[in-house]
């Protein structure tokens, strides 16, 4: 069993609408989880983090967390083009080294 | 400010040479992180150092791969005897202290002839 799951996608929405992305992971002893955006080619850039249960926002992003169900969860709102790319869910373990899902492929329609 | 940078961006290499992947984390980062990406799949853990020594080398896949931070600054990742299969972006990140956010260099792709 993967540590940290994703839908694949890809995940096609017009633009303007809301995108919205799930993880799931399976060591109930983690603490810190992140999202990160990766483009084609580039490197990982992260956009939200969340430890505490509840909902975080920051701009058109909010990221939702639920220890007791294992889930994360992403909400990008108003859906730009430029938000087409590879998002990333990584749950911290031991306080250090993160464990990755392998992504989510997002394409804003025009 | 500057972020985290890594050496070469690309480098192409025959099966059985020697290679050295340079990271220059954020300044004033104590935590260094590498990872591994294959295609299509999420950064694997390799390694980690919190100040120069490694606190944690438990995803370095074999003792082929090595890495080291001398003055707990710069880190170099070294891979003896290239295999094809280690044809990767490796990935260095850096962090103020650990469990916090990570910060992601532009990576090194590697190929392995």
């Known amino acids: 069993q993967k540590e940290v799951e994703q839908n694949s996608g890809p995940l096609s929405v017009p633009e303007g609408a809301i995108a919205s992305l799930n993880c799931t992971y399976s060591?109930?002893?983690?603490?810190?989880f992140f999202w990160y955006r990766q483009y084609s080619g580039k490197s990982p850039e992260l956009i939200m983090f969340?430890?505490?249960?509840g909902d975080k926002e920051d701009g058109r992003f909010t990221a939702q967390l639920n220890k007791a169900s294992q889930y994360v969860s992403l909400l990008i709102r108003d859906s730009q083009p430029s938000d087409s790319a590879t998002y990333l869910c990584?749950?911290?373990?031991?306080?250090?080294?993160?464990?990755f899902g392998a992504g989510t492929t997002v394409t804003v329609r025009a | 400010g500057a972020g985290v940078s890594q050496t070469p961006s690309n480098k192409v290499t025959e099966k059985g040479k020697y290679v050295e992947l340079r990271c220059d984390p954020i300044?004033?980062?104590?935590?260094l992180y590498w990872y591994r990406q294959s295609l299509g799949q999420g950064p694997e853990f390799l390694i980690y150092?919190?100040?120069?020594?490694?606190?944690?080398d438990s995803g370095l896949p074999n003792d082929r791969f090595f890495a080291v931070r001398p003055e707990g600054s710069v880190s170099t990742l070294k891979i003896q005897r290239t295999e094809r299969g280690d044809s990767a972006v490796y990935l260095c990140?850096?962090?103020?202290?650990?469990?916090?956010?990570?910060?992601f260099g532009p990576g090194t792709r590697l190929l392995v002839l």
């Open positions: 300044s004033g980062h104590t935590a």
């Open positions: 060591d109930r002893g983690s603490q810190s």
């Open positions: 990584a749950v911290g373990s031991n306080d250090y080294k993160l464990s």
């Open positions: 969340i430890y505490s249960n």
């Open positions: 150092f919190q100040g120069t020594g490694a606190a944690d």
């Open positions: 990140a850096s962090s103020f202290r650990p469990a916090e956010a990570q910060y």
